[in-house]
């Protein structure tokens, strides 16, 4: 059951939205080479924390940190460790948070010093194919109209968009109905309404779409060793079109 966001349910959402872009921010002035992944998920907890919210992730079905940080062709879920970022990598940072009763999700690939023109072209696109997606998140269209406004714009791009995992309503719960791929037909799906509020969020490789997931039984990998990157922003439907809830 798709739920619908009173206006005070959304601005409640929004707050939590705001710290997950504040996290996200801080997180991104401090990625450098050098830093371990874990020193970012200590930073980003203890933000949240001082913000009298709580980390979304941690514990949620066993996860066992506040980050979720994916390094070059890890695609999502990397768990973060006391490796050190490298010159050249790219890192996935995806973090939700709990604040007051609502949940805000956001993501972003950031390059760890100077990334090489295929890094940096990969992270361009997948950063646009959200754009391309949030642009369709509008009363009346779709909710298939943004999986393919995602789709089409990767594609024609020639990279390729992951198909286990995909975008989410949000709300009361991290993730709620309904299920919102990075591919789909244009036209299908349900009715996209005022109020609803959704997690839009591609996740692009740069060669096949295939993933496995590692023995830790969370990181997913590229099955080709290619590069990924992914990008997420909660957004609220409105009568106006779509607000974008965790952009600072």
Known sequence: MIILKSTDEIKRITDACRIVAEVLYEIQNITETGITTIELDRLAESFTLKKGAKPA????????ASLCTSINSEVVHGIPSVTKLREGDIVSIDFGVYYRGFYGDGAITLPVGAASL??????????EALSKGIEKAATGNRLFDISNAIQRYVEGNGFSVVRNFVGHGIGRELHEEPQLPNFGNK????????????????????????????????????????????FEHTVAITKDGPRVLTAL
């Open 57 to 64: 992730f941690k514990g949620y079905r066993g996860y066992p």
């Open 118 to 127: 295929a890094a940096g072209r990969l992270i361009s696109v997948t950063k």
């Open 187 to 230: 036209g299908e799906g349900p009715e996209l309404m005022e109020g609803m509020t959704l997690a839009v969020e591609p996740m692009v490789n740069a060669g096949g779409w295939e993933v496995v997931i590692l023995n830790d039984g969370w990181t997913a990998v590229t099955k080709d060793g290619s590069l990924s990157a992914h």
